[in-house]
C-alpha cells in the first residue's frame, strides 16, 4: 500500500504542475481514484491519502465495495456504461453518474430514485469524436435535449463528460477536450441561472494534462494510483 500512497503523491504534484502553468488552482482539479477491479484494501489506502472520490465501471462489484465500505465523506461515482435493468440501483447506491448516455437512461435514473436521497448529480456522455463504436449524445443532439432533461426530478445535471479516443501528442489531446470545454460554455449559456451546472470529467492517467489545460474539474485516475489491475 506504500506504493499507492507514493503514487497518490506523484499525481498530486503532475496535477499542480499542469493547473500552474495554464494559470488554474491547482485545488480545482478533482481527483476520482477509479478503482474497478481493485480490492477494500486498496480503496482504503487511497482514502487514508485524502481521496474521498471513487469510480466504479461494473455495478455488482461496486454494491458489494458501497455496502462493506461507508467511512465518512466518501462518495462513489458510476463511470461504466449504464443498462436500463441497472437504473435502479444505480440511482440509489451512487452520488454521481458520468455515463448517462442517452435520454431514456435520464427518465429512468429520474423516475427510480428514492426521493428520500439527495438529487443525483449526474454528467452527459458525449461522443466529441462521433466515434461509430461509442456510445454517448452527440454534439448537436445535446444541445436540444438539454431543457428537456433539466426538468426531470431526482437528477441534478452536473456537467459534461467524454472519451476521447487515443492521441499520441499534447496538442492533439488538447482538441477534443477543447470542443468539449466550448459546448459546455453554449450549454452553460442556455442554462443562464443553473449555476449546479459547473463540471468537465475529462482526463485520465495518460492525458490528464491536456484535459487540465482545456479546464477539467474532475479527472478520472486509475492506473497511476493503484497500479495495473490485477
Same mark, same amino acid.
Given at each position: 500500500m506504500h506504493a499507492i500512497k507514493q503514487n497518490i503523491s506523484s499525481l498530486k504534484r503532475r496535477i499542480a504542475n499542469s493547473a500552474n502553468q495554464c494559470g488554474r488552482d491547482p485545488s480545482s482539479v478533482r481527483i476520482i481514484a477509479v478503482s474497478k477491479k481493485h480490492n477494500l484494501d486498496s480503496i482504503k489506502a487511497a482514502y487514508d491519502q485524502g481521496i474521498r472520490d471513487f469510480g466504479e465501471n461494473y455495478l455488482q462489484e461496486a454494491i458489494q465495495k458501497i455496502e462493506l465500505y461507508k467511512p465518512k465523506n466518501i462518495i462513489w461515482h458510476f463511470i461504466g456504461p449504464i443498462q436500463s435493468n441497472k437504473t435502479k440501483l444505480i440511482a440509489n @447506491?451512487? &452520488?454521481? $453518474?458520468? &455515463? $448517462?448516455?442517452?435520454?431514456?437512461?435520464?427518465?429512468?435514473? &429520474? &423516475? =427510480?430514485? @428514492?426521493?428520500?436521497?439527495? #438529487?443525483?448529480? $449526474?454528467?452527459? =456522455? $458525449?461522443?466529441? #469524436? #462521433?466515434e461509430t463504436s461509442k456510445v454517448g449524445f452527440s454534439k448537436n443532439e445535446i444541445m436540444t435535449v438539454i431543457p428537456y432533461l433539466q426538468e426531470l426530478s431526482g437528477i441534478k445535471l452536473r456537467g459534461l463528460m467524454a472519451i476521447p479516443k487515443f492521441r499520441r501528442t499534447m496538442d492533439e489531446q488538447r482538441k477534443p477536450f477543447y470542443e468539449l470545454q466550448q459546448l459546455f460554455m453554449r450549454i452553460s449559456n442556455q442554462m443562464q441561472n443553473n449555476t449546479s451546472f459547473d463540471t468537465l470529467s475529462m482526463g485520465m492517467s495518460s492525458d490528464l494534462e491536456a484535459a487540465i489545460y482545456e479546464n477539467a474539474n474532475l479527472v478520472r485516475v486509475g492506473t497511476d494510483i493503484f497500479g495495473k489491475r490485477p
Open positions: @447506491n451512487f &452520488s454521481w $453518474v458520468h &455515463s $448517462v448516455d442517452r435520454i431514456k437512461i435520464a427518465e429512468r435514473l &429520474s &423516475s =427510480q430514485k @428514492n426521493p428520500d436521497l439527495p #438529487d443525483l448529480n $449526474v454528467c452527459l =456522455q $458525449v461522443n466529441i #469524436d #462521433d
